[in-house]
């Protein structure tokens, strides 16, 4: 993983994530998407931008299917943001920057 960019596992995800305060925006992406490669060093830019402020990671899905399937992934990249570990918002697709900014910008602000 990129530095700042949290990898989250099956075996991590209830500490890591569920139990944890704050903001997180977790990529759930998989090694042969195409668009997951287009989207990484976006999710690399923002890890750096909000470090200490939102914990940005990614979860690849062919290693932890049982995490992907519990957030019904259908699509990857598949962006989810959660709020002290509850599910708050997704986005679904390899988007612009700004987009995942804007939305980072309105949970935190």
Known sequence: MAEGVFEFKSDNWETELLQS?????????AAWC?????LAPTIE?????????VKIG???????????????IMGIPTVIFFRD????????GAVPKSQLKSKLDSLIG
């Open 21 to 29: 305060k704050g903001i997180a925006m977790v990529d759930f992406w």
């Open 34 to 38: 195409g668009p997951c490669k287009m």
């Open 45 to 53: 830019e923002l890890a750096k931008e909000y470090a200490g402020k």
């Open 58 to 72: 990614k979860l690849n899905t062919d290693e932890n299917s049982d995490v992907a399937s519990r957030y019904k």
């Open 85 to 92: 570990g509850k599910e708050i918002d997704k986005v679904v």
